[in-house]
Nanobody, 119 residues
Framework: QVQLVESGGGLVQAGGSLRLSCAASGSTSSIDTIGWYRQAPGKQRELVATIDSGSTIQYADSVKGRFTFSRDNAKNTVYLQMDSLKPEDTAVYYC?????????????WGQGTQVTVSS
């Protein structure tokens, strides 16, 4: 089982930057992929970016060119660098780990961190 803790959220003006962190603990060696998701009030949770064990990264079209996903295996931590923030980026951001478990996978979520972008 994997535990995830996000940090780094806050209030920022449009055009500003934030860096989110997601620290993993527990059975970290079993993790195959990690994703960043976000959910704004009244909207469905949406995928922001994913990274796999081969460091292949995919971004949602809405954040391409502005967000950067990175991983530090030594610290069991992933980061989401968010630049040129827009009010529509306001949401609770979650990290998610997909981990191997027997013949399938387990999905673990962090508690989320609030990002608010003022106009």
């Amino acid at each position: 089982q994997v535990q995830l803790v996000e940090s780094g959220g806050g209030l920022v003006q449009a055009g500003g930057s934030l860096r989110l962190s997601c620290a993993a603990s527990g059975s970290t060696s079993s993790i195959d992929t990690i994703g960043w998701y976000r959910q704004a009030p009244g909207k469905q949770r949406e995928l922001v970016a994913t990274i796999d064990s081969g460091s292949t990264i995919q971004y949602a079209d809405s954040v391409k060119g502005r967000f950067t996903f990175s991983r530090d295996n030594a610290k069991n931590t992933v980061y989401l660098q968010m630049d040129s923030l827009k009010p529509e980026d306001t949401a609770v951001y979650y990290c998610q780990a997909n981990s191997r478990y027997r013949m399938g996978y387990l999905v673990n979520w962090g508690q989320g961190t609030q990002v608010t972008v003022s106009s």
